[in-house]
């Protein structure tokens, strides 16, 4: 008798305390089970993924066309500008896999396309961060240092540099190909969704770092400086250069920041976050519901990114405006064909004479 009162006075205390604590239990990703419920994701993505995918199949392969076949000669800003058209169109080729697999919240498909489809999505978020910079930067030299930089603007180093950026941004998607991307859970197989703590820990929380740093941090903080040089040189009386000139570069500037504030601050803002808090180094309820509520929402505006990059073509070149509009038949012959610079404002400070040829016609020494 003593015994049972024993056994009682141990088990209904503790017993009492697990219903009430129930919330602190480790679930089976070896998360603490918050009660957070996340599951509007999956019809939020299948909504947005369908969106993106009509509207960045069509304007990235008009984007290209253009490049490609009305475009009578590019230079490095057009090579930056298509490199990440087709960035933007890897990850839009796969987004059909992915609204099936949200609609249906199972992946049939296999590992291997699994882990195609996470690295599609890492190449196409850094490489447009880091091919955005490419062209900020180009417009920086362009600009600030006209005629300095003649001999680093050229299309060779502009090809060495994006096969460095596909080199990054394939590396570090392919990172994720180093361990199982697919779990079995309730009957349905899921695709990047639902790895524990350990693998969280051992390979993704690394993984995250090295792409914040390289694909985020880096590129945004290029694009301030070289934005914030390139308005200082605007500001300055003594700058060369007409009304219309200086109001088309201000645009280009605009969307390429619009498009880090609204696609991609947010999302890596979060991430950073949810890494935190999937490695349990937050181990806070409120905080993990802010973060699994907020991960969906800026991955989405993240994904907008493949719609929002055309615009950038057509604020960044007047070659592609003239090509879009006139036709490869009527502009191929005409001077305005060639892919000027958009930014021929130039501080007298560092410019010098232009070249002219033997009819006395003046030519711009910066294309771009």
Not at 22 to 45: A, H, P, Q, W
Not at 176 to 196: D, L, P
Not at 253 to 258: A, E, G, R, T, Y
Not at 274 to 295: I, M, S
Request: hydrophobic share 40%; net charge positive; charged share 15%.
């Amino acid at each position: 008798m003593k015994y049972q009162y024993s056994h009682r006075y141990i088990v209904r205390p503790y017993s009492d305390y697990s219903e009430s604590c129930r919330g602190l239990v480790l679930n089976e990703t070896g998360m603490e089970d918050c009660g957070i419920d996340d599951s509007f994701k999956y019809n939020l993505y299948s909504v947005v993924y369908s969106v993106v995918f009509v509207l960045g199949l069509v304007t990235n392969c008009a984007a290209l066309f253009v490049f490609c076949f009305r475009m009578k000669m590019r230079n490095e800003t057009t090579m930056f500008m298509t490199n990440l058209a087709l960035s933007d169109l890897v990850f839009v080729f796969t987004l059909p896999f992915k609204v099936f697999y949200n609609v249906n919240r199972h992946w049939p498909f296999g590992d291997g396309l699994c882990k195609v489809s996470g690295t599609a999505f890492i190449t196409n978020i850094y490489g447009s961060m880091l091919f955005l910079t490419c062209i900020s930067v180009d417009r920086f030299l362009a600009i600030v240092y006209p005629f300095r930089s003649r001999s680093i603007r050229t299309r060779r180093n502009a090809a060495l540099v994006c096969a460095a950026v596909w080199l990054t941004i394939v590396g570090g998607g392919i990172s994720v190909t180093f361990f199982s991307t697919i779990n079995n859970k309730h009957r349905a197989t899921t695709c990047f969704e639902g790895f524990s703590k350990s693998t969280w820990k051992t390979y993704l929380s690394k993984i995250t770092i090295f792409i914040e740093i390289v694909g985020f941090l880096f590129p945004l903080l290029a694009n301030l400086v070289c934005s914030s040089l390139v308005l200082r040189t605007l500001r300055r009386p003594v700058t060369i250069g007409h009304s219309d000139n200086k109001q088309r570069v201000l645009r280009m500037i605009v969307v390429h920041l619009s498009i880090f504030i609204i696609c991609f601050v947010p999302y890596n803002s979060i991430l950073f976050l949810y890494a935190l808090v999937r490695t349990q180094a937050l181990a806070n309820c409120a905080v993990e519901k802010f973060a699994r509520t907020l991960y969906p929402i800026t991955l989405c505006m993240a994904s907008l990114n493949c719609c929002l990059d055309p615009v950038v073509y057509y604020f960044t070149s007047e070659s592609f405006q003239k090509s879009l509009t006139l036709g490869a038949k009527g502009s191929g012959s005409r001077a305005e064909s060639i892919p000027r610079s958009d930014t021929e404002i130039q501080d007298p400070s560092n410019t010098l004479p232009k070249d002219t040829h033997s009819n006395g016609k003046e030519v711009s020494e910066s294309k771009f």
